[in-house]
């Protein structure tokens, strides 16, 4: 049984609101408001994450350590991303280190350190979706993905309310850098990513670029390719359909090269 309400609501929280109308399965505003505040009451906290810090050992290197284990702002890279993923709620996190599992365990261990489970997946050869796919039965609901070269700081608190809020499957995490240093074509309306192109031809970089921070809801990994490439196989098309949200935050972030 349905009733009827009077309430005020902020005109930004209305906009945001009207967006998920489709016309199909939500018709208008009152179905939207409906629509967000179940998603917002009965979606699941993003407990799980996968961190992605595999791949070529010649890409991995870094001086004369690993990018992942490589020390930005007094610790390793990989330390601050648990850290960070600890902080928003996450309680399980999967690694994909491939060649340098060994070395990342020495580093981390069983999370127990960090009051948290760290788990382990083989290295199948099968890039970052395919990483992402073997995790599969490891994740119960809404997670992150995060590359393993990427230093941030930021509250993926905020990341997780903006992707229930917006109700797309996907949200991907958008700094904003100068041409010169984007390696992205990534176009924005409002909140909607309607393109994603990873290192795409010169003039078609934007400032915007992809902070390799996503998080996902549970339903993508049914798409999720089990070999290929994240930000080739899985994100274009998404993009296409509007299914991606993009966060643009404000925070530290450097991608190690």
Known sequence: MKEKISITIDSELI?????????????NRSQALEHLIRKAITQKDAEEAVILAGGDIRKLKFGDTYK????VEGSPL??????KLKEAGVKKIMIAAGPITDKVFEAVGDGSEYGLTIIYL?????GTAGAIKSAEKHITGPFFVVFGDEYFDFDLKKMVGFHTMNGNPATMAIAVT???K????????????IGFKYQPKEGEKTHYVNAGIYL???SVLERMPAKGSLDKELIPPMTRK????????????????
């Open 182 to 193: 984007s390696k992205d074509c990534v176009k924005i309306m409002g909140n909607k990513i």
């Open 242 to 257: 509007g299914e991606v949200t993009g966060f643009v935050f404000s925070g530290k972030w450097k991608h190690l090269m």
């Open 68 to 71: 992942p284990l490589a020390r």
């Open 216 to 218: 996902f809801d549970l």
């Open 78 to 83: 990989i330390v601050n991303t648990i850290q």
């Open 15 to 27: 906009k945001k609101a009207d967006r998920v109308i489709d016309g199909v399965t939500v018709r």
């Open 122 to 126: 083989k290295d199948e050869g099968t």
């Open 178 to 180: 100068t041409l010169e």
